[in-house]
């Protein structure tokens, strides 16, 4: 892998993870198009979710602090009697919000975990879940009522939206995309269906890099790659922070359909590419 491929690499995964186009679906085709063994560069791709990571703490950093001291009251309830009180305050139900969604994809992912690691064999898979993200975006912009709040909102669509972001652990199909569609169906407000979209997105790529990375740690990296993969991580940080601005605009402005014609192109690419090649 060279500097300028890490560059790219990084730039793409920043962008994708956020913005609905696939960020697993894009990497796999460029990995592929560049002729890079996806088992030769593992520490590097965990080291780009944690680069994506920081974007979404350097944006909703006061949301995150405000979820941490909420948990550390809610103990504090437990121990001394007065019970959970989920709807104490906005941000607590916040909490048990992406707590309940956060349970089905976690099921999903062990559950299925083979069957989504050999999806990632096929290139005409990926395309598939292209299509399959473009679809589900038409119908995100589509979406009814946008009126819910984190207070209106019930159980039942964090477990919806927990479902979504399970399927989304298939190559080509976005996590956003699939999450942001969960919550516009749930009808909640489009700025909060964007940050929860974002905030239940912490433990699912937290969970992915601890899962990861005993075997990234254990094949290891050529020291020569040290410089690029650091690199790679730093442009997934700042592409993934403008990924994630834009997205909060587009939602709001309703303009997802520019999507959805993007990553049908990519997928009529990828089918016609295996079609010529055989």
């Given at each position: 892998m060279t500097f300028l491929q890490a560059i790219i690499l990084g730039l793409i995964q920043g962008l994708?993870?956020?913005?609905?186009?696939?960020?697993?679906?894009?990497?796999a085709l460029l990995q592929a198009f560049f002729g890079i063994?996806?088992?030769s560069v593992l520490l590097f791709t965990v080291l780009l979710h944690v680069g994506t990571l920081i974007s979404v703490f350097i944006i909703y950093w006061k949301d995150i602090v405000a979820l941490i001291i909420e948990l550390c009251l809610t103990i504090k309830d437990l121990c001394t009697g007065k019970g959970l009180r989920i709807n104490s305050s906005p941000t607590r139900r916040l909490g048990f919000m992406i707590i309940v969604a956060t349970i089905p994809t976690a099921l999903i992912g062990?559950?299925?975990?083979?069957?989504f690691e050999s999806l990632y064999s096929s290139i005409v898979s990926i395309a598939i879940g292209l299509v399959f993200t473009g679809a589900i975006l038409l119908i995100a912009e589509r979406a009814g009522k946008d009126e819910n709040d984190v207070m209106k909102m019930k159980f039942r669509h964090a477990v919806f939206i927990g479902c979504m972001q399970g399927i989304a652990i298939c190559p080509g199909v976005s996590r956003s995309g699939s999450t942001l569609f969960g919550g516009l169906i749930a009808g909640l407000e489009r700025k909060f269906a964007v940050k929860f979209a974002f905030l239940i997105s912490i433990p699912s790529i937290l969970g992915s890099v601890v899962l990861e990375a005993p075997k990234a740690f254990e094949q290891g990296m050529d020291a020569s790659l040290a410089v690029p993969v650091i690199a790679g991580m730093i442009i997934a940080a700042i592409s993934g922070i403008v990924?994630?601005?834009?997205?909060i605009r587009v939602v709001s402005n309703k303009r997802l359909v520019g999507f959805t014609i993007y990553v049908w192109m990519v997928a009529i690419a990828v089918?016609?590419?295996?079609?010529?090649t055989g």
């Amino acid at each position: 892998m060279t500097f300028l491929q890490a560059i790219i690499l990084g730039l793409i995964q920043g962008l994708a993870e956020f913005l609905p186009i696939s960020s697993s679906g894009h990497l796999a085709l460029l990995q592929a198009f560049f002729g890079i063994e996806s088992d030769s560069v593992l520490l590097f791709t965990v080291l780009l979710h944690v680069g994506t990571l920081i974007s979404v703490f350097i944006i909703y950093w006061k949301d995150i602090v405000a979820l941490i001291i909420e948990l550390c009251l809610t103990i504090k309830d437990l121990c001394t009697g007065k019970g959970l009180r989920i709807n104490s305050s906005p941000t607590r139900r916040l909490g048990f919000m992406i707590i309940v969604a956060t349970i089905p994809t976690a099921l999903i992912g062990l559950l299925f975990e083979d069957f989504f690691e050999s999806l990632y064999s096929s290139i005409v898979s990926i395309a598939i879940g292209l299509v399959f993200t473009g679809a589900i975006l038409l119908i995100a912009e589509r979406a009814g009522k946008d009126e819910n709040d984190v207070m209106k909102m019930k159980f039942r669509h964090a477990v919806f939206i927990g479902c979504m972001q399970g399927i989304a652990i298939c190559p080509g199909v976005s996590r956003s995309g699939s999450t942001l569609f969960g919550g516009l169906i749930a009808g909640l407000e489009r700025k909060f269906a964007v940050k929860f979209a974002f905030l239940i997105s912490i433990p699912s790529i937290l969970g992915s890099v601890v899962l990861e990375a005993p075997k990234a740690f254990e094949q290891g990296m050529d020291a020569s790659l040290a410089v690029p993969v650091i690199a790679g991580m730093i442009i997934a940080a700042i592409s993934g922070i403008v990924a994630i601005k834009t997205m909060i605009r587009v939602v709001s402005n309703k303009r997802l359909v520019g999507f959805t014609i993007y990553v049908w192109m990519v997928a009529i690419a990828v089918f016609t590419y295996v079609l010529i090649t055989g």
